[in-house]
């Protein structure tokens, strides 16, 4: 089963909103509200930050926004700061007791 | 407040087993519906689903690695572990234990720990 396709890397200024998208297939995204995103910052773990497409955990910042449509999901960040700067990751149940990551997404914060 | 924490040999010579434990504290590693997973990082590179693991024996294995893979839980010591037999190069990574929100996300991750596949 393939990864889920992220774009490679993005960029924003600060204050500015950004959207990852995450695109997988009517076997996994399509099927499923079971998509989450993690942040990575250099040398971390992951951090969870959406989970079942458009919940946010307790504690994670209301800037982050999940959503999801068809087969691709999608995270935005509103009022972009230079703490967001980090690689995100897309993570989808794929049916049949299968899961998979999208590729990570390098946000730079000009 | 859980906590996860790997522990394991940093170095593995090519062919041999890779083994590693994943320490849980501040909850019952029994506790449902939550299930334990491992996930890895290549240096550079993007998350890999290794797999999961309940309490009470139930597994699910990215398939890739199945035939070389094995999860279990020991629940008198609260901790879970993971077994990849004949490593190659290929298997140097990041390796991270994590709790499983079964089947959606995954968190708290432990810190990680690299694991280098060397002669």
């Known amino acids: 089963q393939s990864a889920l396709t992220q774009p490679a890397s993005m960029s924003g200024s600060p204050g500015q909103s950004i959207t990852i998208s995450c695109t997988g297939s009517?076997?996994?995204?399509?099927?499923?509200?079971?998509v989450s995103w993690y942040q990575q910052h250099p040398c971390k773990a992951p951090k969870l930050i959406i989970y079942?497409?458009?919940k946010r955990p307790s504690g994670v910042s209301d800037r982050f926004s999940g959503s999801k449509s068809g087969n691709t999901a999608s995270l935005t960040i509103s009022g972009l700061q230079p703490e967001d700067e980090a690689d995100f990751y897309c993570?989808?149940?794929?049916?049949?007791?299968?899961?998979?990551f999208g590729g990570g997404t390098k946000l730079t914060v000009l | 407040q859980l906590q996860l924490r790997e522990s394991g040999p940093g170095l593995v010579k090519p062919s041999e087993t890779l083994s590693l434990t994943c320490i849980v504290s501040g909850d019952s590693i029994t506790n449902t519906p939550y299930y334990w997973a491992w996930i890895r990082q290549p240096p550079g590179r993007g998350l890999e689903w290794i797999g999961s693991?309940?309490?009470?024996?139930?597994?699910y294995y990215n398939a890739s690695l199945q035939s070389r893979l094995t999860m279990s839980v020991d629940t008198s010591k609260n901790h879970f572990s993971l077994r990849l037999t004949s490593v190659t190069a290929a298997d140097t990574a990041v390796y991270y234990c994590a709790k499983f929100l079964f089947p959606g996300g995954i968190d708290p991750w432990g810190q990680g720990t690299l694991v280098t596949v060397s002669s």
């Open positions: 079942e497409a458009s």
């Open positions: 009517g076997s996994d995204i399509g099927s499923y509200d079971l």
């Open positions: 693991v309940f309490y009470g024996g139930q597994t």
């Open positions: 993570f989808s149940y794929g049916g049949s007791f299968t899961w998979l």
